[in-house]
């Protein structure tokens, strides 16, 4: 059964482009309630481990340094099917592929540099939550 919890970063390019706003609007019109939120970096060893499972694809360098490079926004959302609802919201990995309405097509400027992050399994979600917050910044 699918839980109600997804997990994502407003990634450094869009935080640099001053999209945090105009992101976390396009997240709760999507109906997502924001449970656990903050404005962090990741070191290069956390983008490491956050990224581990893409450790042998040949972006895996370029997607450590730039996802380490400045501030993200990380954020728990909560909605029924969180997970999958999440990722329609977020559109396709490559920009040129997403959909109209979604996030990565209004604000994400390439495959590598793609403006957000969203869970792809609850198992994922759950993991990914705790490795940047604490259960008592889940509210
Ligand atoms: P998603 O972020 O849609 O879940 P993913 O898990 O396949 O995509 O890859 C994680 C991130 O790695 C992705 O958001 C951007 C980067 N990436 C994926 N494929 C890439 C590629 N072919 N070239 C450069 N970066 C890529
Ligand atoms: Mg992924």
Redesign the pocket.
């Known amino acids: 059964m699918a839980t109600n919890r997804t997990f994502t970063m407003i990634k450094p390019d869009a935080v640099q482009n001053g999209h945090i706003g105009n992101i976390l609007a396009m997240i709760t019109n999507g109906g997502f309630k924001i449970v656990s939120l903050k404005l962090t970096q990741l070191t290069v060893a956390d983008a490491q481990e956050f990224?581990a499972v893409?450790a042998a694809r040949p972006?895996y360098g370029?997607?450590v340094e730039f996802m380490s490079r400045g501030p993200i926004v990380a954020a728990i959302l909560e909605k029924d099917n969180a997970v999958e609802d999440f990722r329609t919201l977020i559109g396709a990995?490559n920009p040129a592929e997403a959909a109209e309405g979604t996030i990565r097509k209004a604000y994400a400027t390439s495959?590598?540099e793609?403006a957000v992050?969203?869970s792809?399994s609850d198992e994922n979600a759950a993991i990914e939550g705790a490795f940047h917050f604490a259960g008592r910044e889940q509210f």
């Open positions: 990224y893409h972006f370029e997607l990995t495959i590598g793609n992050h969203g792809d």
